[in-house]
T-cell receptor, first 117, second 116 residues
Framework: AQKITQTQPGMFVQEKEAVTLDCTYD???????LFWYKQPSSGEMIFLIY??????QNATEGRYSLNFQKARKSANLVISASQLGDSAMYFC??????????????FGSGTQLTVLP | KAGVTQTPRYLIKTRGQQVTLSCSPI?????VSWYQQTPGQGLQFLFE???????NKGNFPGRFSGRQFSNSRSEMNVSTLELGDSALYLC???????????????FGPGTRLLVL
């Protein structure tokens, strides 16, 4: 079984500054994928970034980067140059990676990010 | 390419009724998963369909069911609604390339169900 822990229920950041959202995970699987999603108040889950457990480099997607520390089982999301539109709930999720494995995601409890002008 | 669409977006029902929610995946995506999101339980997996077959099911009672059609569109049904079924129901689709490596699930806007 997999477990995702997000210890920050809420975070505040000043516009244009960088912010790190924490995510730790627990799994017995050797191969797995880690995902971050953004959920605005409208409800839709927006995919942000993916990190595979065997990827040697940290993933980056525009202003989003993932600080992946496999030994510590952490996959923190870093948002650079925060914008007001970044205010939303952010979820960390994971899934085992192997042929035929179930595709369901296990989600953390989320972090509500508020960007201040 | 159009995203995942879900209908209806909002729904109000009373206890004991049943409800059917619909999900149209991204064109070319063959796998559809459903999740329930509540303030108390967070995001929980309901079930996954691929090629009209249920591949996996979460820990929900039998009142929750679903199906997938030949065009990959999916429906989920909840019978004998309870107050605790009030939630945001999210549908996600993925392409399914043979392994689940880097297979991203793309979500729809969700259906907000309120049970009175």
């Amino acid at each position: 079984a997999q477990k995702i822990t997000q210890t920050q229920p809420g975070m505040f950041v000043q516009e244009k500054e960088a912010v790190t959202l924490d995510c730790t995970y627990d799994t017995s699987d050797q191969s797995y994928g880690l995902f971050w999603y953004k959920q605005p108040s409208s409800g839709e889950m927006i995919f942000l970034i993916y990190q595979g457990s065997y990827d040697e480099q940290n993933a980056t997607e525009g202003r989003y980067s993932l600080n992946f520390q496999k030994a510590r089982k952490s996959a923190n999301l870093v948002i650079s140059a925060s914008q007001l539109g970044d205010s939303a709930m952010y979820f960390c999720a994971m899934r085992p990676v192997s042929s035929g494995s179930a595709r369901q995601l296990t989600f953390g409890s989320g972090t509500q990010l508020t960007v201040l002008p | 390419k159009a995203g995942v669409t879900q209908t209806p977006r909002y729904l109000i029902k009373t206890r004991g009724q049943q409800v059917t929610l619909s999900c149209s995946p991204i064109s070319g995506h063959r796998s559809v998963s459903w999740y329930q999101q509540t303030p108390g339980q967070g995001l929980q997996f309901l079930f996954e369909y691929f090629s009209e077959t249920q591949r996996n099911k979460g820990n929900f009672p039998g009142r929750f069911s679903g199906r997938q059609f030949s065009n990959s569109r999916s429906e989920m049904n909840v019978s004998t609604l309870e107050l605790g079924d009030s939630a945001l129901y999210l549908c996600a689709s993925s392409f399914l390339k043979g392994t689940s490596a880097q297979e991203t699930q793309y979500f729809g806007p969700g259906t907000r169900l309120l049970v009175l």
